[in-house]
T-cell receptor, first 116, second 113 residues
């Protein structure tokens, strides 16, 4: 079974600074997808960024980028120019690339606080 | 609003009662997923549907839990004889076959007294 580990329960960053959230995962599969989801307080979960395992290039979405290290099974999220609206729980998630196995396996999350 | 909707948003019930939650996915999304999230944890997969067919069920889904998606559109999740351990946020998500992103609803928060 796949597992996802987020070792930082809480992180904080000064507004406009950069912060990196860590995620490691365990799988024996070679084809899979990795995601970072954001869950603001009392609001629904939204996708921040995704990475296909077969792609060597790290995904980037505006201020959000990932460092995907397939051999090390590491998938960290970097948030640049942090904004107050970035405050939320961030969840790393894994999905198998095997057809019919579409469930997401989540880590326990990292609570990100933005300091004005 | 064309996002995933869930009803009710909050449910308080007494132990032993039955509860039913509804999820309306994004129109034309043929995949629908249920997850459970307890305080301080990430969501845990419960079950998922492709159209009206229930394709996978987690071991977390005990015999007291049943989910349906009768016409391949909305879905219901019923919990019979609720227990205090069932208190959690129940999340619904939907996706298109050709897209890997799951879109989440706001969740139904269940409190069992």
């Amino acid at each position: 079974a796949q597992t996802v580990t987020q070792s930082q329960p809480e992180m904080s960053v000064q507004e406009a600074e950069t912060v990196t959230l860590s995620c490691t995962y365990d799988t024996s599969e070679s084809d899979y997808y990795l995601f970072w989801y954001k869950q603001p307080p009392s609001r629904q979960m939204i996708l921040v960024i995704r990475q296909e395992a077969y792609k060597q290039q790290n995904a980037t979405e505006n201020r959000f980028s990932v460092n995907f290290q397939k051999a090390a099974k590491s998938f960290s999220l970097k948030i640049s120019d942090s904004q107050l609206g970035d405050a939320a729980m961030y969840f790393c998630a894994y999905r198998s690339g095997r057809g019919g196995n579409e469930k997401l396996t989540f880590g326990t999350g990292t609570r990100l606080t933005i300091i004005p | 609003d064309t996002g995933v909707s869930q009803d009710p948003r909050h449910k308080i019930t007494k132990r032993g009662q039955n509860v039913t939650f509804r999820c309306d996915p994004i129109s034309e999304h043929n995949r629908l997923y249920w997850y459970r999230q307890t305080l301080g944890q990430g969501p845990e997969f419960l079950t998922y549907f492709q159209n009206e067919a229930q394709l996978e069920k987690s071991r977390l889904l005990s015999d007291r839990f049943s989910a349906e998606r009768p016409k391949g559109s909305f879905s219901t999740l019923e919990i019979q004889r609720t227990e205090q351990g069932d208190s959690a946020m129940y999340l619904c998500a939907s996706s298109l076959r050709t897209v890997n992103e799951q879109f989440f609803g706001p969740g139904t928060r269940l409190t069992v007294l």
